[in-house]
């Protein structure tokens, strides 16, 4: 995997067509990073940055659509997010059922399937009815698929898959001494989904913040100091450009 910084400068947009000719990523992983940043240099509580990375978000998926990328997800909330101070953490959870609530119907007249993947047992009651009522009206939805990292932590993730896979195996449904490397795979919260193409994180920050730390073994990373308010279809389009002028090896030579 390699580490490159955005060089934006002097760049043109490339059209939809030539976006579409180069090979688009299936799958895009983001790291909205930047919200709070973003309000604080405008004078402003950090909430309005994640209002308006919500706005983002939304822009993001409608080009991913637009060029037929088929998954997007979205780190939206970590676990260790929980530790934010606790007016902060109640105004996220307020803006997310805010968002989910007036977006739906877009969702839905965008073909959009909404899945949640965290830990849902530590989610708000609240929260977790909006989510799993837009993950219902959109369940059969398949121009592309949305996935909201909520309340989301990879390694813990992993360590529940391994106990998953365990109990399994106790309860003899499968044989562990059959199974291969890929098999943890269908314990993940991203079971069934492909490995992401591209990961995109923005903020100037290089580091991958405990997301998807098995699904990205060979995923292209792409880092731009763009903060995500900040960041638009033109910003998003260059990430891609990108991505398509690189050689994807696997390991392999």
Known sequence: MRFLTSLFSSFKTPSINELKKGGVPNHIAIIMDGNGRWAQKKGLPRIFGHK????????????????????????????????????????LMKLFVEVLEKELD?????????????????????????????????????????????SYGSRQEIFEAAKKMYQAHIGKK???????????????????????????RTSGEFRISNFLLWQIAYTELYFTKIL?????????????YDYQRRNRRFGRL
Do not use: C, M
């Open 52 to 91: 308006k990375g919500a706005e983002v978000l939304k822009e993001v998926v409608i080009a991913s659509k637009d060029i037929g990328v088929k998954y997007i997800t979205a780190y939206s909330f970590s676990s260790e997010n929980w530790a934010r101070p606790q007016d902060e953490v109640s105004e």
């Open 228 to 240: 995500w308010p900040d960041f638009n279809r033109k910003h998003f389009f260059k990430a891609i």
């Open 106 to 150: 877009l969702l839905i007249e965008n073909k959009v399937k909404l899945n949640l993947i965290g830990n849902r047992e530590i989610i708000p009651e609240k929260v977790l009815e909006v989510f799993k009522n837009a993950e219902k009206k959109t369940k059969d939805n398949k121009d592309i698929i949305l996935n909201i990292a909520f």
């Open 174 to 200: 499968i044989n562990i001494d059959k199974l291969d490397l890929n098999a943890l795979t269908e314990f993940l919260y991203t079971s069934g989904i492909p490995d992401p193409d591209l990961l995109i």
